[in-house]
């Protein structure tokens, strides 16, 4: 089954800059399917951060930011702040699965 | 106010049956696929089932196919997942989603608050 593919855990002192990323196959990301992304706080549901890869709905602050390649995605958080730790997630859409996916989760820890 | 508030979680045996309600409110659900969306303890969020505004296009994930039903009354602006044959591996909280399109791409926006299923015996 397919799964995009993030890295368990980043961390980042108050103010400085993290990323995540989200790594797909031809199937997914490499066929042409856009990467949202979604902020998870401890013991709430999952809240869109970012869709279509680089555009932030209204409310999100712009120290959020994506951006994308031919297989990969990345979610960026500029000025980390104590608010900012949660678990992130990517999700696109898998043509060969006919179904949505996720990444596999991201935790952010603000030191 | 955008809200997706879910009901009818708990616990329930192996081989057993529940129907899980989604009310929404502050927007016309008819003009929105909605979809059902799952995270087990510990584990990454995963796509249940997908339902278009008017009922005619419906998709499941394939380990639900067969057991899992999504329907929707838009008079009643309410989403429902009637899930039979659960297995120890269906506990997860389950989440009622609207998912918002654009060109050849769709997002989920907004998330309900979740409602918590756990299968055992």
């Known amino acids: 089954q397919s799964v995009l593919t993030q890295p368990p855990s980043v961390s980042g002192a108050p103010g400085q800059r993290v990323t995540i990323s989200c790594t797909g196959s031809?199937?997914?990301?490499?066929?042409?399917?856009?990467v949202h992304w979604y902020q998870q706080l401890p013991g709430t549901a999952p809240k869109l951060l970012i869709f279509?890869?680089?555009n932030r709905p209204s409310g999100v602050p712009d120290r959020f930011s994506g951006s994308r390649t031919a297989t990969s995605a990345s979610l960026a958080i500029s000025g980390l702040q104590a608010e900012d730790e949660a678990d992130y997630h990517c999700?696109?859409?898998?043509?060969?699965?006919?179904?949505?996916?996720f990444g596999t989760g991201t935790k952010v820890t603000v030191l | 106010e955008v809200q997706l508030v879910e009901s009818g979680g708990g616990l329930v045996r192996p081989g057993g049956s529940l129907r899980l309600s989604c009310a929404a409110s502050?927007?016309?659900?008819?003009?929105?696929?909605m979809t059902w969306v799952r995270q087990a303890p510990g584990k990454r969020l995963e796509w249940v089932s997908s339902?278009?505004?008017?009922?005619?296009?419906?998709f499941y994930t394939r380990s639900v196919q067969g057991r899992f039903s999504i329907s929707r009354d838009n008079a009643k602006s309410s989403l429902y997942l009637q899930m039979d044959s659960l297995r120890v591996e269906d506990t997860a909280v389950y989440y009622c989603?609207?998912?918002?399109?654009?060109?050849?791409?769709?997002?989920?926006?907004?998330w309900g608050q979740g409602t918590l299923i756990s299968v055992s015996s």
């Open positions: 502050g927007f016309s659900l008819s003009k929105y696929t």
């Open positions: 999700q696109s859409y898998d043509s060969s699965l006919s179904a949505y996916v």
């Open positions: 339902i278009s505004g008017s009922s005619s296009n419906i």
């Open positions: 279509a890869n680089t």
């Open positions: 031809s199937s997914d990301i490499g066929a042409g399917y856009d």
């Open positions: 989603v609207r998912v918002k399109a654009g060109a050849g791409t769709a997002w989920f926006d907004p």
